[in-house]
């Protein structure tokens, strides 16, 4: 429900624009087009991934800045429950995976407890190498799938 | 699946070989129609097999076991167009100098006939060389059977000519996989070794994997998520009635399961807080014992043949690396000291190695090593090869094979087979793309 409310926003905000003024609308950039507090807001304006070094989950200071940045939108909207979802590059085995992809989630779950964002609304899970995104075999794609992804329920 | 299967087995001996074993026995006998697999090079047996007469199952199970002989590597099937003496009686000597004349080593022959309801199947394997019956067997069983027995022949040829058991009659389970990687669906399948009676035992609805048999095929145990986003659990079920259960409830997850030799228990990993241990679960009482207490990632746990020992992977030590246990835990001791990551480690049901995956700076492979750690020797690499387990004989591994993903399309993803030398690699032909092979026991009898 959440999601589809905040695309009936964007909807409106831009078919107002477009009424009002062309050369407003092509303006406008894209990330004042999202409704705060929502889930395109949190995607866009604060993160919702943070990536690891080859087979670590330590956070690295890119990862704390957009967990910071996650811990502040959380205590702002606080009726969002989460679920962080670990994942992996396909270089490493099936069940290592999963338990590292387990160990990422914990990561930054412990990382957002320590920002006083409270453990009940928290659930990890972990998906291995099961789950590619983007699906390549190169060491850009095997980059970004060495990732926690925070999904707001 | 798993019909009842009455079998006679009576094995022939010189009913009709007298004469032929007189004419043998003068020549002294070269062992031609022999094969030590372990000698470091050798050809394959030269082996005539000869569709099976008096019912015409008898060209499919003749089929069957040319099949299963020719992908072992070991032997070489003669194509029956070039067969000389087209008259072959099942149950008289045949003209050993035609079957010279073709160049074969070995020649099958055999007869199926109607038994009030059932089928009766004989079979002879000659020596062609010394010009004398090898062995021979008879077999009763219901016709649907016919598949199960042309691979109870097979394994009898080979055990014969390898001095090895046979791995014919057995089952893989795997995880089939399909459509897009950002969705990809990945469900848990069994077919027989060859291929052939290809079915699904999970419905595809949530992701699949690692499935491994019960010693007895029965049930068998695998990780699945129990609804998109719930962590993953191991499920035992029933592969005739497909019921199933939740083994265990624990929090966080468990995965990584695996029977013991003689099935009373399931040894798995359970991850909460970051830490991944070894639990072992008593099947029928469902009592739990953690066997591991460490911060790291111990995970692939598997028994040794004799069920005393369990080997593992662990990067306690800073990377991934094999480690031997007690079955009971404690004793924990580390075995895999080359350079790289070492992981899923499988116990041969004989006992004598240890298969595992690599991962290193050039890629992934497949090995063996011996359970003390020493010998260690390459059978099998590429891009991402992963996951081994052992045909029964404890000669044979398959794994499977991964090409890279490009343009935003999944790379294949393969079961293949290889012998413990290395020398002889083939694909495992499967209906979609396969992962996470798991080679039963042979079928009970």
Redesign the interface.
């Given at each position: 429900m959440r999601t589809i409310k905040a695309f009936a926003a964007i909807a409106a905000m831009i078919f107002m624009a477009a009424c009002s003024s062309n050369e407003q609308q092509a303006a406008a950039p894209a990330t004042t087009t999202v409704t705060p507090g929502s889930v395109a807001d949190f995607r866009q304006n604060v993160g919702d991934r943070v990536f690891f070094d080859t087979d670590m989950s330590v956070i690295r200071p890119d990862g704390r800045e957009t967990l910071n940045r996650q811990a502040e939108w959380l205590k702002k909207y606080t009726n969002y429950p989460i679920t962080i979802e670990g994942h992996c590059d396909e270089r490493g085995t099936r069940e290592y995976n999963l338990a590292l992809g387990e160990r990422r989630a914990n990561a930054a779950s412990q990382y957002l407890i320590a920002q006083g964002i409270p453990a009940a609304r928290i659930k990890t899970i972990s998906f291995g190498k099961e789950n590619p995104d983007p699906p390549g075999s190169d060491e850009g794609a095997w980059a970004r799938n060495r990732r926690d992804v925070t999904a707001l329920q | 699946m798993n019909t009842r299967f009455a079998m006679k087995f009576s094995r022939r001996s010189t009913i009709l070989g007298g004469a032929a074993l007189a004419a043998g026995s003068a020549a002294p006998a070269r062992a031609q129609l022999t094969i030590d697999m372990t000698k470091p090079s050798f050809e394959p047996v030269p082996i005539a097999i000869v569709d099976f007469s008096g019912d015409r199952v008898g060209a499919d199970i003749a089929g069957v076991i040319r099949n299963d002989l020719q992908n072992s590597g070991l032997f070489r099937s003669i194509s029956p167009s070039s067969f000389i003496q087209r008259d072959v009686d099942a149950s008289a000597a045949p003209r050993f100098a035609d079957w010279r004349g073709v160049g074969a080593a070995g020649l099958v022959v055999g007869q199926v006939q109607q038994a009030g309801g059932n089928i009766k199947v004989d079979f002879r394997l000659w020596d062609v060389v010394v010009g004398q019956q090898a062995t021979g067997l008879s077999f009763n069983s219901q016709p649907s059977n016919w598949r199960r027995l042309a691979h109870i022949i097979a394994d009898a040829i080979y055990k014969r000519v390898t001095g090895e058991e046979g791995y014919f009659d057995t089952r893989v389970a795997y995880v089939s996989e399909t459509g897009?990687?950002?969705s990809?669906t990945?469900r848990i399948a069994i077919m027989d070794q060859d291929g052939a009676n290809n079915r699904y035992i999970t419905d595809g609805r949530t992701?699949a994997?690692?499935p491994r048999f019960s010693p007895t095929l029965q049930e068998i145990v695998y990780?699945a998520y129990p609804e998109d986003?719930?962590?993953?659990r191991v499920f035992l079920q029933n592969v005739d009635s497909g019921r199933r259960e939740l083994l265990g409830n624990f929090p966080?997850?468990s995965?990584?399961p695996r029977f013991s030799p003689d099935g009373t228990k399931v040894v798995m990993?359970i991850?909460a807080?970051?830490r991944?241990n070894i639990y072992e679960m008593d099947v029928r009482g469902r009592a739990q014992r953690r066997l591991t207490n460490s911060a790291a990632?111990d995970?692939?746990p598997c028994y040794s043949n004799d069920g005393t020992q369990i080997v593992f992977?662990s990067?306690r030590g800073g990377?991934?690396q094999l480690y031997i246990m007690s079955a009971a835990g404690g004793g924990e001791r580390r075995i895999s000291f080359g350079e790289g990551?070492y992981?899923?480690p499988v116990w041969s049901p004989r006992g004598d190695y240890i298969a595992f995956?690599k991962?290193s700076g050039s890629g992934f492979g497949i090995g063996v090593m011996r359970t003390d750690g020493s010998g260690e020797r390459m059978l099998a690499s590429g891009?991402?090869v992963?996951?081994p387990t052992w045909a029964p004989n404890g000669r044979v591994l398959m794994f499977f094979r991964?090409q890279?993903?490009?343009g935003?399309?999944?790379?294949s993803v393969t079961l293949a087979q290889v012998d413990i030398t290395g020398r002889f690699e083939r694909q495992v032909p499967t209906p979609t793309d396969a992962?996470?092979p798991a080679w039963s026991p042979l079928i009970p009898q």
């Open positions: - | 897009p990687l950002s990809r990945k992701i994997l690692t990780m986003r719930t962590p993953p966080g997850m995965f990584a990993s991850s807080e970051g991944t990632i995970t692939s992977n990067d990377t991934q990551r992981a899923t995956t991962i891009f991402l992963e996951g991964q890279p993903n490009s935003g399309r999944a790379g992962s996470d």
